[in-house]
């Protein structure tokens, strides 16, 4: 069954080890915030340094795994129909909107959204850490290192499929910020198999 996060929202849920999570965008040009705890301790989480660092690569794609901040294998990328998504910048927030876009009163972004959908699991503000944002174009200058977002590439009905390698609670969002989405807000939907 496909499940809708409604624009700028977010949801929180259980993943159990070896069921996989398929995440679409179902407009196109929308990006999904993802992190994951682990459900025995909910202080180990997915780290971007850690994947990164194990990878050797800034982009993620099939069959990478995604690392906690234990070193253990939290989920594996098993299907992708987009190829490039970004793991360097945190979550949007109130702070984003009022530092970078200059918003005098900011939405809460996927930060205040995952952090509201998180907190019934007993998950705070301050454990949320860089998430894998699926769908989002983020390109990066080899020489003086300066990003740029960029469009995603993800057309309609685009999809990446995860498994997880340990039981999971996952926080999933649609993304709030203008930038990332090409200046619009859209759902995203998922399913659990
Ligand atoms: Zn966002």
């Known amino acids: 069954m496909m499940h809708e996060i409604p624009p700028r929202s977010g949801v929180a849920f259980h993943l159990d080890h070896g069921q996989r999570l398929t995440v679409m965008d179902p407009v196109g040009e929308q990006v999904s915030d993802l992190l994951a705890y682990s459900r025995a301790d909910t202080r180990e989480v997915i780290s971007s340094g850690r994947t990164l660092d194990y990878l050797s690569r800034i982009f993620l794609t099939v069959p990478d795994p995604i690392w906690s901040n234990r070193s253990n294998i939290m989920l594996r990328i098993v299907k992708d129909s987009v190829g490039r998504h970004d793991f360097l910048l945190t979550p949007c927030s109130a702070d984003t909107f009022r530092i970078i876009y200059g918003d005098e009163h900011p939405h809460r972004g996927c930060f205040g959204n995952l952090a509201a959908a998180l907190a019934p699991f007993g998950i705070a503000a301050d454990q949320i850490p860089v998430a894998f944002n699926l769908f989002m174009h983020v390109t990066v200058d080899g020489g003086t290192g300066a990003i740029e977002v960029l469009p995603p590439m993800s057309r309609a009905g685009d999809s990446v499929?995860?498994?997880?390698?340990?039981?999971?609670?996952?926080?999933?969002?649609?993304?709030?910020?203008?930038?990332?989405?090409?200046?619009?807000?859209?759902?995203?939907?998922?399913r659990i198999d």
């Open 161 to 190: 499929v995860l498994e997880a390698e340990m039981d999971l609670i996952i926080g999933l969002t649609a993304c709030s910020a203008l930038q990332s989405n090409n200046g619009s807000f859209k759902p995203i939907q998922y």
